[in-house]
Nanobody, 121 residues
Framework: HVQLVESGGGSVQAGGSLRLSCLYN?????MGWFRQEPGNKREGVAM????????YYADSVNGRFTVSQDNAKNSLYLQMNSLEPEDTAMYYC??????????????????WGQGTQVTVS
């Protein structure tokens, strides 16, 4: 069973940066970051193929966010730069044992963390 624990959220001013971390006990074949604002659907932000390290981003964050992985530390990261108030949300780490190429669909990921809050003002 894959367990995911996020950390690194917080409050930051617009234009600032944060790095989210996700500690996992088992690596999924694909892993990603999603975010959700209250009352809205969960939105895919970034994903990575943990074998080839290919990455895929939502248009809204492309060029500002970077997803990466460190197998030696059992960790997934999301470096977020040039943050905007619209990036305010609960951020979730997700994993799947399937090979979901360039997918940011919530339904394609079966394992989820509890989330970490990011607030940009």
């Amino acid at each position: 069973h894959v367990q995911l624990v996020e950390s690194g959220g917080g409050s930051v001013q617009a234009g600032g940066s944060l790095r989210l971390s996700c500690l996992y006990n088992h690596r999924g074949n694909c892993m990603g970051w999603f975010r959700q604002e209250p009352g809205n659907k969960r939105e895919g932000v970034a994903m990575i193929d943990t074998s080839g390290h290919r990455t895929y981003y939502a248009d809204s964050v492309n060029g500002r966010f970077t997803v990466s992985q460190d197998n030696a530390k059992n960790s997934l990261y999301l470096q977020m730069n040039s943050l905007e108030p619209e990036d305010t949300a609960m951020y979730y780490c997700a994993a799947t044992r399937e090979w979901v190429v360039a997918s940011l669909r919530e339904a394609d990921f079966e394992y989820w963390g509890q989330g970490t809050q990011v607030t940009v003002s």
